[in-house]
């Protein structure tokens, strides 16, 4: 079964790992390989944030980490963002993983009306992935599909 919570720093190795993988660099706005400690300080002050929400999804019977979806808010718009883990990459699960993180995430934070997405236009996969939960193409502008989902 399919799970979501909020991320802790017992997350931050898989983060970091998933982080760098390249294909997951690809399709990144920011392609740079990260270091340990720059990851580390991104990571905790992301925990602390007020302003960044990181959930992680996870199977519950294998006890495995597949992605981690962050939420940046601002005023009552939030900007989402997904990493899977490379080892479930084309198994099916972005799309419920996506729709759970939605879930978690709107349940707690009942004054964003709108989620936001940003996708390069060659990542097929989140695409497609994104308007399969109802996100909705908003525009293009230098490679970069924009999308939105309305609460």
């Known amino acids: 079964m399919l799970s979501v919570r909020v991320a802790d720093l017992s997350d931050s190795k898989e983060i970091f790992e998933w982080r760098n993988d390249e294909t997951t660099r690809q399709m ?31 199977i519950e019977e294998a006890s495995q980490k597949i992605a981690a979806v962050r939420f940046d808010l601002n005023k009552n718009i939030a900007i989402i963002s997904i990493n899977l883990s490379p080892s479930i990459r084309n198994k099916g699960w972005a799309m419920p993983c996506l729709k759970e993180a939605i879930n978690y995430f709107t349940a707690n934070f009942s004054s964003i009306s709108i989620i936001e997405a940003e996708i390069k ?19 293009e502008n230098n490679e970069i599909r924009y999308y939105s989902f309305i609460i």
Do not use: P, Y
């Open 28 to 58: 990144s706005h920011i392609d740079n390989i990260v270091d340990w400690d720059e990851h580390r300080n991104w990571f905790n002050s992301t925990l602390k944030s007020q302003s960044q929400f990181l959930l992680i999804c996870h």
């Open 121 to 139: 236009s060659m990542n097929l996969a989140s695409i497609k992935t994104f308007e399969s939960v109802g996100f909705t193409f908003d525009r």
